[in-house]
């Protein structure tokens, strides 16, 4: 009997266990599924491009650049944040950064 109870008691971890994997799993995937969905948000957000003078540095089509080039940009000290997306953020480990709507560049292009 005692072999017999051992053996229930190990299905039923085993049981549990790949349980406990599986909540793991639909967990992580919620994550990715959110970051993704977040991903495709910010790319959705250009930014408008303005010369040194505030000027923007094309008419038709209007200069836009994607986020991650803006960020670059601000981040190199190339360009200025004129305004910002109010709830659209950047985060990295120790920083937390508004996502640029406009800016200027320093130098004319």
């Not at 969905?37 to 040194?52: D, G």
């Not at 940009?73 to 996502?99: E, N, Q, T």
Request: aromatic fraction near 8%.
């Amino acid at each position: 009997l005692e072999d017999d109870d051992m053996a229930t008691d190990e299905i039923e971890y085993e049981n549990e266990y790949e349980n406990e994997n599986d909540e793991e799993c639909t967990i992580l995937s919620d994550q990715t599924m959110s970051h993704v969905e977040y991903c495709k948000k910010l790319a959705a957000h250009p930014a408008l491009v303005l010369n040194a003078d505030y000027q923007p540095l094309r008419m038709l089509p209007l200069s836009t650049w994607s986020w991650q080039d803006s960020v670059k940009a601000v981040l190199s000290g190339k360009a200025v944040v004129v305004d910002i997306y109010p709830d659209l953020f950047v985060r990295a480990v120790h920083m937390d950064m508004p996502v640029p709507s406009v800016i200027a560049l320093r130098e004319y292009a």
